[in-house]
């Protein structure tokens, strides 16, 4: 009986953390379409979002949209050079080589905040003045409301791109068929660099719209990133829909699962139900691009 | 020409010895300190290096301690046992370093207090002790800041002047905090209060605490608690805070001495507002009673910090202040040599030692230097540490 009356609020709860899983994982399926790269320091770019936009509301005195705007700018830069770094140089490395270079960079991004911005955790006000939102004894706060619809928002901007565009459409032939992609005249890694543009933008921008909600500190990227990409696998590796369908059945999970077994299990939810999607449909739930189920 | 040889030797020989003694007069007392000065603790480690290093030159301008200098060592530990144990060993092979200052941390002071038993060497830890590690009895290990036991007691008073009959603890799954909510239970319920330790914990590295407390929620409203104690440290507090406060739950909150910290409120915002908890004296140096010998140190310490760091001083850098203070006055007590040996002695019988936070008293059997006398409430209200009373329990 108590069990169904807290149902509501563990939903709730799930959603908004769905909505977050969901926007960084929007982050890796950009570049994953554009290069079939995995780039682990898309969480670093998270907490950049949230940490850069702090600095320049504390430390630069300016007003919080103009910080939010700017931090994003200096995001995509250092996404852009994250690729000229990092990535061009190892451009005839195999796939595994390049994982742990943004394995490294990560590092590298996350101990150089620390250094830049020092170690303390740091937070940033909500967008609205008046926070708490109660529907039908339900709490909520209006900030989780935001994170939710700059989610469906960043969705929607990508489907745009993806479908409707030139650019969007050279993107994903850079990656899914190499060979096309050169005969059309298309230089990949012209393309793989504007999508280390377009994630580090969405990653800037998850970090914006939820260091209101938690905080940010230097090392707190790391979590926040495994979330996005089990997400991203979980909902179909490679598919925009799939990234946001697996954040949300990813965070549901992880709140209900505390209504049943205690909190301290609740990281663990998260790999088990990676595990289980990945013995029963490998290719995740809405089917990914880059997977052959052949093998299987 | 073999007496002019001769006496040249003896002049050698004389001038040998006498500068040999003079440096040995003028040798400073070395200590070590192993610090998290990288890491998630960093920017709270360079505080209290920062006020160990204002201490330290302070005393020097003044001739140092029995004409000698005091002299700091740093190492920097991670955050990590490995290096810690490392830079506690390194220190201990140095037989000029008197005494090793660090960890800061709870989680690495059960290796170096190890070292330190095992090499006979006096080593202060700042993080309080725990239940495990004073029921070992080490001679060589003392902690400086307030234990879980009197912090537990005052909380009970706290509790008591507010007339809170039923608690809810939610605490983190670290020793310090478990054993922090079991002594507040236990003391607690020896006064009438009703206290239930929640089962479900916290991590520290948790970031969202929401799903845990919609769990608690049910109790919390079947029960109608008076009152929830956030029994953790660092993020967490802030983060229970304002967790608590979407899920429109309106009941007032306790928190621990680690509330005392400035980022904490920056951290939690508005949530924070109404908090109370047992402070540590600096916090409110302000705010103390005219005749508590903490206000003028505070003062004092507080001028002296500002014109050099250019930041009001704070509850960490009052540790670094107490503990260079500790230091000098047990070399000063020492009859004789100063060695290892003599220091721990002197350093042990220690008795009301005024620091920024209190009087530090040392036995054999208790080497956790505060008492209950050395906390006081506090509220947190404007964004700012505000001191409170109740009369008949303080």
Not at chain 1, 189 to 200: D, E, K, Q, R, Y
Not at chain 2, 203 to 226: F, G, R, V, Y
Request: aromatic fraction near 12%; charge should be positive.
């Amino acid at each position: 009986m108590e069990l169904l009356q807290i149902i509501p609020q563990f939903l709730i709860s799930g959603l908004t953390f769905g909505a977050i899983y969901g926007l960084v994982a929007l982050g890796f399926v950009t570049i994953a379409r554009a290069s079939q790269i995995i780039n682990f320091a898309q969480g670093e770019f998270v907490m950049l979002g949230g940490m850069v936009t702090f600095f320049f509301i504390k430390s630069v005195h300016l007003p919080y949209l103009l910080s939010a705007f700017l931090a994003i700018g200096v995001v995509i830069g250092l996404g852009f050079l994250l690729h000229l770094l990092v990535i061009y140089p190892l451009r005839k490395a195999s796939l595994p080589i390049l994982l742990l270079a943004t394995l490294g960079a990560s590092l590298f991004l996350s101990s150089s905040s620390a250094l830049f911005f020092g170690t303390l955790p740091k937070a940033l006000p909500p967008f609205s003045g008046k926070d708490l939102l109660e529907i039908g004894g339900v709490s909520f706060s209006a900030q989780s409301l935001f994170v939710l619809i700059a989610t469906f928002f960043v969705l929607f901007l990508l489907y745009i791109l993806s479908h409707h565009t030139h650019l969007g459409k050279a993107m994903e032939a850079s990656s899914t068929d190499p060979l096309g992609a050169d005969l059309c005249g298309i230089s990949r890694h012209l393309m793989t660099f504007l999508a280390f543009g377009v994630s580090s933008g969405i990653g800037a921008l998850a970090g914006i719209f939820i260091t209101p909600l938690f905080y940010v500190s230097y090392h707190s990227g790391t979590l926040i990133g495994l979330k996005g990409f089990i997400s991203a696998v979980i909902g179909g590796w490679g598919k925009y829909g799939g990234a946001i369908l697996g954040g949300f059945i990813l965070g549901v999970a992880e709140s209900l699962s505390i209504a049943f077994i205690p909190a301290g299990y609740k990281d663990g939810v998260a790999f088990l139900i990676l595990l289980l999607i990945l013995y029963f449909r490998p290719k995740g739930i809405l089917g990914s691009p880059f997977i052959d189920s052949r093998r299987w | 020409m073999r007496k002019s040889a001769l006496s040249f030797i003896f002049l050698f020989i004389f001038i040998l010895s006498f500068s040999l003694s003079y440096s040995a007069e003028k040798s400073p007392y070395k200590v070590g300190v192993n610090f998290e000065l990288t890491g998630p603790w960093a920017e709270i480690t360079k505080t209290l290096r920062n006020a160990m290093v204002l201490e330290v030159e302070r005393i020097n301008q003044r001739g140092g301690i029995n004409g000698k200098p005091l002299e700091l060592i740093f190492e920097d530990n991670g955050f990590e046992a490995g290096r810690a144990a490392a830079n506690m060993t390194k220190f201990t092979k140095d037989p000029e370093v008197l005494l090793v200052v660090g960890p800061f941390e709870d989680t690495l002071q059960a290796t170096t207090r190890a070292i330190a038993e095992r090499e006979k060497i006096t080593n202060i830890i700042v993080c309080p002790s725990n239940r495990v590690l004073r029921e070992m009895k080490q001679r060589w290990a003392f902690n400086i800041a307030h234990n879980d036991i009197i912090v537990s007691e005052k909380l009970v008073d706290l509790s008591l002047a507010r007339k809170y009959k039923k608690i809810l603890v939610f605490h983190a799954a670290h020793p310090l905090a478990q054993t922090l909510a079991e002594y507040y239970k236990r003391f607690g319920e020896e006064k009438g209060l009703k206290v239930f330790i929640s089962p479900e914990t916290h991590k520290h590295t948790d970031i969202d605490m929401t799903p845990q407390l919609i769990k608690m929620k049910p109790l919390i409203e079947k029960e109608k608690m008076d009152a929830f104690y956030a029994c953790t440290s660092g993020p967490p507090g802030p983060i229970v805070c304002k967790n608590l406060r979407a899920l429109g739950m309106k009941l007032p909150i306790l928190g621990t001495h680690a509330f005392g910290f400035g980022f904490i409120i920056a951290l939690g915002g508005e949530a924070m507002e109404g908090v109370e908890f047992p402070g540590a004296k600096p916090v409110v140096f302000d705010q103390l009673d005219e005749n508590d010998p903490a206000k003028s140190i505070n003062i004092e310490f507080d001028k002296r910090w500002r014109e050099r760091y250019g930041t009001p001083s704070d509850q960490i850098a009052g540790y670094g202040h107490d503990i260079i203070g500790l230091i000098e006055n047990s070399i000063k007590r020492v009859k004789g040599k100063v060695t290892r040996e003599t220091f721990r002695d002197a350093l042990e019988n220690t008795k009301g030692f005024k620091g920024t936070h209190g009087l530090y008293s040392f036995r054999p059997a208790e080497h956790d230097g505060l008492s209950k006398k050395d906390l006081v409430f506090v509220r947190i209200e404007g964004g700012k540490f505000k001191r409170i009373r109740f009369p008949g329990f303080e």
